[in-house]
């Protein structure tokens, strides 16, 4: 399973590394991620998140939840830059600033048009991480 936090939420299900389900809601990641992980009718073996850059909130919550989902149900549990689902892309950050990556792999604010988000068709080529803590660029205010 591969989940972006954007909104709209989106949440991917892979079966041998291949995309074959994808599943979105336009709730908050809190109601949304517990909604989908208590219905979810598939074996899940693993769980790809994307880490940020993006809402402190928002990704504190999703990692708790997702990251107390796989501990309890003893499970592999990666990360990703959010970069790796738009393309590289600047992600959205307020109403007039984006997450922009520049050359050099340092992330910043900037005045940019956000990409889109979409759930890649095979897992070969994310450069998947295990240090999953949230990679919020900016603390909470």
Do not use: W
């Not at 992980?37 to 899940?44: C, N, Q, S, V, Y």
């Not at 970069?83 to 590289?88: A, C, M, Y």
């Not at 950050?93 to 792999?105: D, I, L, P, S, T």
């Not at 890649?120 to 450069?127: C, F, K």
């Amino acid at each position: 399973m591969v989940a972006s936090l954007a909104s709209p939420l989106l949440v991917g299900v892979y079966e041998d590394g291949v995309l074959v389900r994808e599943i979105s809601s336009e709730e908050h990641a809190s109601e949304g991620l517990v909604h989908i992980l208590r219905t979810f009718k598939f074996e899940i073996d693993g769980i790809i998140y994307a880490n940020g850059p993006g809402s402190f909130m928002g990704l504190k919550v999703a990692y708790v939840i997702l990251r107390t989902f796989c501990l309890a149900k003893n499970i592999k549990f990666e990360a990703v830059s959010g970069f790796e689902l738009n393309g590289g892309a600047p992600i959205r950050a307020n109403k007039a600033f984006c997450f922009v990556r520049g050359e050099n792999g340092e992330v910043r604010l900037a005045k940019a048009q956000a990409g889109e988000f979409r759930l890649p068709p095979t897992l070969s080529n994310l450069n998947k991480s295990e240090d999953v803590l949230p990679n919020y660029v900016i603390g909470a205010v």
